[in-house]
Every structure is written in structure tokens, then in C-alpha cells.
């Protein structure tokens, strides 16, 4: 068996796991178990065991003999190489996210008990051409995986690199206009979260529905996934509007001359956007305590836990008690709070720790890594890859209260059907 340090047991069990992998019609079920308690196993390291560093930082080791010659930044001397892209030089918050992805990337590194991995760190500068040329130089020293980049146009660049050499990537986009086959995107999605928000309005009983959403690409992935959802479950859509920026106040009155006809509207956008519009709504009589907000996982937010003009709005959100866990790991580490995106970087190392360490020579195919069970992380909960690179995530639903966060349905642990 498996056990949470991430170490095969030994005895009748090494047996029993060597000929379940040894029978094809088990191989895929059985990687995905083991790959969910390797997952779960690196906080469960991270809990109880203290991280050491040196003052300035995370110590940079030296990477393995073997194979073409490495350059820059490296952690982990493991015989297995994949790549880190981030932004480390890009102009505005990017070299800041970069420096935090980094980190989040090296706990969990270090959390996973026995991994084998060096992971190199290269450079994008933020734009798509200095995204596609890390990937060429980090496929030149070796990788068999790319971890990243962040930002869509980065991942633009690096697909046709990475498809030539038949090298998947797992980026941390959350665009899926850039995912596709051997390209998959980590980030969280929004028709994912606005499914699952909706779904759990339809079954409390809810019939009727509104939304006031932006006029952007997020907003027409909010409303696709908005009408979709409604019409599986015999929702009405009773009205969907959509504003310029700085056009709030017109949809606002488009829905209050509804709002008799509605029991509940989606509110997708950001704390300050939702709260602008959750305020005009009610300036505009519309009953906020019959009808029922709901957000999306931008809303997972303590600007929005502790906001008196959204109680009572429910959002999705991976169960938040794993980030948590895993901030607080992260405050110890670096004397920071952590971004939401960078428990992605967190989790895509544990993920190909993961894979080296229990699918030996398949360890990066296709078939793996779409694994339609999935894996379980214990920060962000149970996400999948598609084939044509998007993602899936089992969600909890969440409802704010003014303080912390009220559960009202638990996120899955295993995909149905899988």
C-alpha cells in the first residue's frame, strides 16, 4: 500500500500493489488512489514536519550530474527534470507572483517524502516569446514536464514549443481559450464554478434566475456555463445583463424591474464590482432576503467574508480549510500571506512528484494525466485535466455570514462516473 509519506509499504502489500498496477484493467484506478493519498500525503508532511532555510531564502541545489548541463535556478536534485516558468522579470505584480509561485513550488518539493524530481526554474519575462524560449532551453536541459506559465499569452507561446517535442505542459492559466491536447491549464475555471453554484440553487429549490455580469471574455464564460446549467436543471433564465465598465446602474434597473419574477441572480464578478451591485440592488427595492445571491470563486475572498452587503450569497471554492492549512505553512516558511494562484504552483510540483514517483516510465504520458478519476489535493481539493486541456474541480459551496464562511455542501471526493 501507499503510505502518506509517499514510501511503498513492504511485505504482502508491496505484492498486492505490484499486481494490481501488472493488470491493465487496474492500472488507471489504481494510479489515480495512489496519486490521491501522495497528494493528500504532502500537507500531511507539511503539518508536522518544520521547514529549514537559510536566511535569504530558499537554498538553490545543485542539480544532478547526469544528463545535458543545467542552467540557473534549480530545486531538487532528483534524476527526473521538469521545468518551472514563471514570470521572475515581468514589469507590474508579476515578478512578486513569481517570487511567491516559487516558493509555494519549494514547499512542495520539500513536503513530498522522498520525491525524485529537479525542478528548474526559467525565466519568461511575462510575454509569449520569452515564454517559448525558456520552454526550448528548459526542454534543451531535459524536461520531461512544464510546470506553467501563468499568463495566458505565456502559455500561447509555449504550446507549439512543447507540442513539438512532445512535452505536456500543466500551466497555471485560468484562460481556456489556451488549453488543448498536451496543454492543460491548473487555474480556476469559471464555467466550472458557476455550474456548481447554480447546480446547488436548482436543488435548494430555486426556479428562477437573473444575472448582471460584465461585458468581457469572464462574463460570456459566466453566461454560457450560466444558461447551460439553468436549462439541465429547468431553471428559467429570466434575464441576463450585461454592462461596459462603469454601466453598472443600467443592469441594476434592468433587474430590479424583474425582481418579483426571480428567486435568485449571479453576481460572477469581484468583490468590489459585487458589492456596488448587491448595495444598488437593494437602494432599487429589490428583496435581497428572498432572492438569494450568488458568486463565483473570486467571492473566496475575506473582503467578501466580512462584507455586510453580500450576506447570504453563496459561492464555490475548493474547501477552505486546505488553503488555509497551507498559508499558515506558507507564513511559517516566508513571513507572508501567499496569493490564492500560488497554491497552484504548490500542488503542480506535488502533482509530478506524485507521478515520477508511482507510474514509473509513463509517468508524463497523456493517458496519466487525464486519468479520469482525477487527483486530490489537499489544498485545493479533487481537480482533473480534460483531454482538450481544460479542467474539471470538485467544489464546495460556501455562503458568507459576515465572518468566516458557512459550509452548505461539501466539495465531492471523487467524480461521479469516474
Not at 504532502?42 to 550530474?65: E, H, I, K, N, W
Not at 469581484?270 to 450568488?294: E, F, H, N, P, Q
Amino acid at each position: 500500500m501507499i503510505r502518506e509519506d509517499g514510501r511503498v509499504a513492504n511485505g504482502a502489500a508491496d505484492t498486492a500493489v505490484s499486481a494490481e498496477m501488472d493488470d491493465p484493467r487496474m492500472k488507471a484506478a489504481g494510479l489515480s488512489r495512489r496519486l490521491a493519498l501522495l497528494l493528500m500525503g504532502g500537507a500531511a508532511v507539511a503539518a508536522c514536519s518544520p521547514m529549514s532555510r537559510s536566511s535569504g531564502g530558499d537554498t538553490l541545489l545543485p542539480p544532478p550530474t547526469t544528463g545535458p548541463a543545467v542552467s540557473g535556478e534549480v530545486l531538487g536534485t532528483g534524476t527526473v527534470r521538469v521545468a518551472l516558468l514563471l514570470p521572475k522579470t515581468a514589469p507590474g505584480n508579476g515578478a512578486a507572483l513569481a517570487t511567491a509561485m516559487q516558493n509555494a513550488a519549494s514547499l512542495g518539493l520539500s513536503d513530498f517524502s522522498g520525491n525524485d524530481l529537479t525542478v528548474m526554474v526559467k525565466d519568461t519575462r511575462g510575454t509569449s516569446e520569452g515564454a517559448a524560449e525558456a520552454a526550448r532551453q528548459a526542454i534543451s536541459e531535459g524536461a520531461e514536464l512544464i510546470l506553467g506559465p501563468v499568463f495566458a499569452a505565456e502559455v500561447a507561446g509555449v504550446g507549439p514549443v512543447a507540442r513539438a517535442a512532445n512535452i505536456p505542459v500543466i500551466a497555471f492559466s485560468s484562460d481556456p481559450s489556451v488549453a488543448a491536447a498536451g496543454v492543460y491549464i491548473l487555474g480556476f475555471l469559471v464555467d466550472g464554478q458557476v455550474r456548481r453554484v447554480v447546480a446547488e440553487a436548482a436543488k435548494s429549490g430555486r426556479k428562477s434566475i437573473a444575472a448582471i455580469m460584465s461585458q468581457s471574455a469572464f462574463g460570456n464564460l459566466a453566461e454560457a456555463s450560466l444558461r447551460q446549467e439553468a436549462g439541465r436543471y429547468g431553471m428559467r433564465v429570466v434575464a441576463v445583463e450585461r454592462y461596459p465598465a462603469g454601466g453598472e446602474a443600467q443592469a441594476v434597473a434592468a433587474i430590479a424591474a424583474v425582481g418579483t419574477q426571480i428567486d435568485c441572480i449571479l453576481l460572477p464578478e469581484g468583490v468590489g464590482v459585487a458589492t456596488t451591485i448587491a448595495r444598488s440592488l437593494r437602494s432599487a427595492g429589490v428583496d435581497l432576503a428572498r432572492i438569494k445571491l450568488l458568486g463565483t470563486g473570486v467571492w473566496n475572498d475575506p473582503a467578501v467574508y466580512n462584507d455586510p452587503s453580500l450576506v447570504g450569497g453563496w459561492f464555490p471554492s475548493p474547501e477552505v480549510s486546505g488553503f488555509s492549512t497551507f498559508a499558515s505553512h506558507y507564513r511559517s516558511a516566508y513571513g507572508s500571506e501567499p496569493p490564492l494562484t500560488a497554491s497552484l504552483a504548490y500542488d503542480a510540483v506535488v502533482l509530478a512528484a506524485g507521478l515520477a514517483k508511482t507510474a514509473g516510465a509513463q509517468r508524463f504520458q497523456l493517458s496519466v494525466i487525464t486519468n479520469p478519476e482525477g487527483f486530490l489535493s489537499a489544498v485545493n481539493g479533487l481537480f482533473r485535466f480534460n483531454a482538450v486541456g481544460t479542467n474539471d474541480r470538485g467544489l464546495a459551496v460556501y455562503e458568507v455570514t459576515g465572518s468566516t464562511p458557512s459550509l452548505v455542501s461539501a466539495a465531492p471526493r471523487a467524480f461521479t462516473g469516474a
